[in-house]
């Protein structure tokens, strides 16, 4: 069995080679042979005759091919036959205009038409056969015949043909293969043919990017027209379509040397017409070619970007294509018009590092004094990224159900544009010379990210806020020495509105973050504060002015029924208490300590006023009517009424008494 089994198989695989293989190399060397006659110089034999032997060979093969193919059991055979001939009646129509041994048609008009006319002889006859193997035998026999006469620009003209008539064919017929061997083909000529033209000098041949980008147009068309591609091919005309696109920006980078406006001109428009062909591509429900081609459009183009423009031009550029491609994708559920919106949005930080070591590096000192910035030209930038950002995120966050994509998808790139926005926010913070301004900024980071966490109740703006918050804070205390008035009170004011407008929309029911948020704010701001006022008061009035504080922090706390601003006024006259036994004691006979020791004296009355007014903890318990049974009560009877006192001060809390909800 197994001995029989491999007969079988040695006879199937010589029957391959005896009947294909020497078949097609049969056909190629006939070929081949009559491309030698008319390139050889003979002494009787003229140009004409020479070209009359090609036509009358070529016209033998394909009849005798087309006599052959009538027969099922020799088709195979015929359509190589006629493959082959076809191929020698391209070469001779090319050697009549580009052969110099048998040049005898002079005008390029009539030789491009030739040209045109054998290739759609060629493509009639193929459709007729419907053999892809004869039209991929037809395509290497051409490619190969014209290549004989070595490299030249002119040879592009039929290799631009081959490409036509292949894409055409490929289309009708849904020859993938095909498609596929002629790109190699053409393209592999069109640079063996331009090679000799490489622009080692400033000096430019403008055929080869000609030629170059008629090339990669006829293939884009042929590939994007793919509309019956089956799902089984589909993969590799995505292949396809990624190598045209690749050999074209290759053969523009190569041949194009020291023409770079038009180089780029050229990408930009080539980026273009991918661009337009994705919404076509999608409309016949091609997905996966739709992807593929915009997102080789939006790489040409940046590739342009890249190429005509540097430095912050390019950094502006790409944040307004962030912005556009970001709200097509969401608006029109592109992917990969998202995708490189992110790409983008990534690429954006590098890039703005790298400009700035560049500035560093001494480009213009000036930038680092104004406006107080360091490298003002790249803070300009990033403010504008941060608008852009935010605003982009703000865009997916209202129009989340809007959009055609998923409203979950929508949420996920709103939060990264955030965080982005955030991460470029203090790369721009850090570029503020003044300590006191940038932790000023930071704070200003923070809690603008707090509110917006009570106002719409995501986690995610509490940690983002959290982070500035800390950082400001962290700041702010390693430097000090070095605090300058007007930023760190507005840093302080910035805490107490957070800490109000938290408590403002705090629910009954509130979350422990709120709670969180509301005290950390209050008693850093106080802190702060005090620290502010150790700095900066004359230390003759610093008393007075700590009473002040603690005066106006209790008042805060009654007005707007804060314990925490209670808790805070009580730890400041605390602390006054101290200052003021321990301090100023020791200099109780000038003028200033005195004037402390009495506005500290009114503070301290005006608070436990205030404390005896709102919260009756300190008022006298009446005695009871009859004086005489209060003197005779037993020890049981005093030990109760303690008692009934020491309830009553419980349950007199200031949201419950009288004189509050007057107030």
């Keep these: ?173 849904s020859w993938t293969a095909l498609f596929a061997w002629s790109m190699i083909a053409c393209w592999a000529g069109h640079f063996y043919c331009s090679v000799q033209f490489l622009p080692f000098g400033s000096v430019v041949n403008p055929m080869v990017p000609f030629f170059l980008s008629a090339l990669w147009l006829t293939f884009t068309v042929g590939s994007g027209y793919s509309v019956r591609t089956s799902d089984r091919a589909r993969n590799s005309v995505t292949v396809l379509v990624c190598m045209n696109a690749a050999a074209f920006a290759a053969g523009l980078l190569i041949f194009n040397q020291g023409i770079m406006g038009r180089t780029a001109m050229t990408l930009a428009a080539s980026g273009t017409v991918y661009l337009l062909m994705t919404k076509w591509l999608l409309n016949n429900q091609q997905e996966q070619l739709g992807t593929i081609h915009s997102l080789i459009g939006l790489a040409l183009i940046n590739c342009a970007k890249t190429l005509h423009y540097s430095g912050l031009t390019v950094m502006a550029l790409d944040i307004t294509q962030i912005a556009v491609l970001a709200i097509v994708g969401l608006k029109y559920n592109i992917k990969s018009f998202r995708w490189v919106a992110v790409v983008l949005a990534c690429a954006l930080f590098p890039l703005w590092f790298v400009g700035l070591s560049g500035d560093v590096a001494g480009m213009n000192p000036l930038r680092q004094t104004v406006f107080g910035f360091y490298h003002f030209e790249y803070v300009k930038i990033a403010v504008f990224a941060v608008s ?161 504080e603690g005066l106006l922090l209790l008042s805060a706390g009654f007005i707007a029924r ?40 009114f503070a301290f009355l005006f608070s436990s006023w205030a404390y005896a007014r709102f919260t009756r903890a300190f008022e006298d318990v009446k005695e009871p009517a009859d004086h005489q049974e209060h003197e005779e009560a037993d020890n049981g009877q005093e030990v109760q009424e303690v008692e009934e006192v020491e309830e009553s001060a419980q349950k007199s809390d200031f949201t419950s008494s009288p004189s509050l909800s007057s107030l």
């Design 1 to 173: 069995m197994s001995t029989s089994g491999s007969l079988t198989q040695e006879k199937s695989l010589e029957a391959r080679i005896g009947l294909y293989w020497l078949h097609r190399l049969g056909i190629a060397s006939l070929v081949l042979g009559f491309a030698f006659l008319m390139m050889y110089s003979f002494q009787y034999i003229g140009p004409v005759m020479k070209l009359l032997t090609g036509i009358v060979a070529s016209i033998a093969l394909i009849a005798t091919g087309k006599l052959m193919a009538t027969k099922d059991n020799s088709r195979w055979y015929g359509n190589g036959l006629i493959a082959g001939g076809w191929s020698l009646a391209y070469f001779t129509a090319y050697a009549a205009h580009f052969l110099p041994s048998v040049a005898v048609i002079t005008s390029m008009p009539i030789e491009t038409t030739l040209l045109i006319a054998v290739a759609g002889g060629s493509l009639a006859s193929a459709l007729r056969a419907d053999s892809e193997l004869m039209a991929i035998f037809s395509v290497t026999l051409a490619a190969a015949t014209i290549l004989l006469s070595g490299p030249g620009l002119f040879s592009d003209i039929s290799f631009l043909v081959i490409a036509i008539s292949a894409s055409i064919l490929g289309n009708r017929k």
């Design 388 to 548: 852009v950002l935010s605003a982009l995120a703000y865009f997916c966050r209202c129009h989340a159900h809007t959009c055609s994509c998923d409203p979950n998808t929508t949420a996920r790139y709103g939060n990264f544009f955030f965080i982005a926005a955030n991460l470029m926010t203090s790369l721009a913070v850090e570029n503020i010379i003044e300590p006191s301004w940038r932790a000023l900024a930071w704070a200003v980071q923070g809690v603008t990210n707090h509110w917006l966490f009570v106002k719409v109740k995501d986690s995610l703006y509490f940690v983002i806020g959290s982070g500035a918050f800390v950082a400001s804070v962290a700041f702010v205390g390693q430097n000090v020495p070095d605090w300058q008035s007007i930023p760190i009170s507005l840093m302080i004011l910035a805490f107490y509105a957070t800490h109000g407008y938290v408590s403002l929309n705090e629910e009954p029911k509130s979350q422990t973050l709120l709670v969180v948020l509301k005290r950390l704010y209050a008693v850093t701001a106080t802190i702060l504060l005090t620290n502010l006022l150790f700095q900066k008061m004359p230390s003759n009035y610093l008393s007075l002015s700590l009473g002040m």
């Design 562 to 601: 804060d314990g925490m601003f209670r808790l805070c006024g009580l730890i400041i006259m605390a602390l006054l208490t101290g200052k003021l036994l321990f301090v100023d004691m020791a200099n109780y006979n000038t003028l200033e300590r005195i004037v402390s020791f009495i506005g500290a004296g």
